[in-house]
């Protein structure tokens, strides 16, 4: 893999404020850069460490939040009310806790009656609201991530159809290893992000990094390693449980 980072920390709290300052660095440089900072959020729990960090005291005004365009990356077959739902688990741990635009806010429609024209509708936002990079698709300043202990990464789940679409931006898809449908963001639009951050805790993820952050052909064989920004930044933060299986 050329152009990515690897940042291990001593602890689970260090990898959330190392996640936080790069978080809020890549928010301030494109600010500055171009007005806004669009960012597509992960859901699961493990960016619940990162979301409160960033909602805390401390680090509540490090982020130009009344700039901030806020997409979400995957979400669940559930109301964004829902215990289950991505939206809610950012809404509770930092949105609702932050100076963010309402209106700046997208929530991904993973729970409409027809899904695919769900899926066509948010892509349909993505393209009008984010600026184009150089392959001239929307180029997010930053997708955030997290990693499954099978690999996935947003709801690109192993073996689904989802890691095949090349044209689709954004598509909806039953995933037989939950029984359920999933709505997410595909690799034409993660790669084209200008910054990529995945955030990856736990002992259960330390043998699927391991292998994403090893040769091509082992990052290949996981769906979290086909993700390769073209133009922007690779980043991994780990906590030390995750890291454990890394060389050296
Ligand atoms: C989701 C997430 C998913 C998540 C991984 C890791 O909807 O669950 O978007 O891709 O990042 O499942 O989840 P944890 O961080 O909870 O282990």
């Known amino acids: 893999m050329e152009d990515h980072s690897v940042v291990t920390t001593r602890t689970s709290e260090e990898a959330f404020d190392t996640a936080a300052d790069i978080f809020a660095g890549v928010a301030c440089e494109a600010i500055s850069r171009h007005g806004q900072f669009t960012v597509a959020l992960a859901g699961g729990n493990t960016p619940r460490g990162l979301y409160q960090v960033l909602a805390s005291p401390r680090w509540v005004e490090a982020v ?4 901030a365009i806020i997409f979400f990356g995957d979400e669940r077959d559930v109301p964004h009310d829902h215990p289950e739902s991505n939206f809610r688990m950012a809404e509770d741990s930092l949105l609702g806790k932050v100076p963010i635009r309402l209106e700046n806010l997208h929530a ?33 300043d930053l997708i ?31 995933v037989p290893v939950l029984g359920r449908h999933r709505m997410t963001f595909t690799y034409p639009l993660i790669n084209a992000a200008r910054c990529v951050m995945f955030l990856i805790a736990g002992m259960d993820k330390a043998v699927p990094a391991a292998r994403v952050l090893g040769d091509e052909h082992s990052a290949a064989s996981l769906p979290a390693g086909r993700v390769r920004p073209t133009h922007g930044k690779l980043i991994f933060v780990l906590d030390p449980m995750a890291a454990s299986h890394l060389p050296g």
């Open 64 to 67: 130009p939040w009344q700039e």
């Open 108 to 140: 991904m429609p993973a729970d409409m009656p027809d899904l695919d024209s769900a899926a066509g509708q948010y892509e349909q936002k993505i393209r009008d609201l984010v600026q184009p990079g150089d392959n001239g698709l929307p180029a997010f």
């Open 144 to 174: 955030l991530l997290g990693m499954g202990a099978d690999g996935h990464a947003a709801s690109l789940f192993p073996d689904t159809p989802a890691l095949d679409e090349s044209h689709r931006l954004v598509v909806s898809q039953h």
